[in-house]
């Protein structure tokens, strides 16, 4: 099976997994922990490491992080390396809401995780863009 982790700081990884299922429904397969702030690291990774606890060693994990190298990022890492999952994990930092979505919904698309992850770093840069109101100055005052 594939999973769909999602750490960060404070309720960022709660909050987007929730708006994920709002898209996609709610599904065993998309799991989430934060590192809050009256947490100690190692609170996070025990957190952490109860929240995987069933995924075994020959199932797949996309880990999706707030930020490379913080804190829940680091101890991810550190409890899957512990349950040797480092080599069937996919690790992407810097998740928003388009890479999440397409994560969850094409993960079982893809047997080639290097394809995968060409995918869903291009859907996550898609997300960032501006938008630019412009005033159309055709209409009337009112």
């Known amino acids: 099976m594939k ?3 999602m750490v960060s700081h404070g309720e960022f990884a709660p909050g987007l997994h ?8 709610d599904r065993p397969d998309v799991l989430d922990t934060s590192l809050k702030a ?4 190692d609170e996070f ?3 952490f490491r109860e929240l995987v606890k069933d995924i075994k060693e020959d199932d797949q994990i996309i880990l999706l992080a707030d930020i490379l ?9 550190s409890v899957l ?17 388009p890479l999440a979505i397409t994560a969850v919904l094409m993960k079982d698309n893809f ?4 394809l995968l992850k060409d995918t869903l770093l291009s859907e996550g840069r898609a997300g960032l863009t501006e ?3 412009v005033a159309d100055e055709d209409e009337d005052d009112l």
């Open 3 to 5: 999973y769909v982790v």
């Open 18 to 25: 929730s708006a994920v299922n709002m898209m996609t429904g």
């Open 38 to 41: 009256d947490m100690s690291a």
């Open 45 to 47: 990774a025990e957190n």
């Open 69 to 77: 190298s913080g804190s829940p990022f680091t101890n991810a890492l």
């Open 81 to 97: 390396d512990e349950k040797g999952m480092l080599p069937n994990t996919l690790v992407i930092a810097g998740m928003n809401m």
């Open 111 to 114: 047997d080639d995780l290097n």
């Open 131 to 133: 938008f630019a109101a």
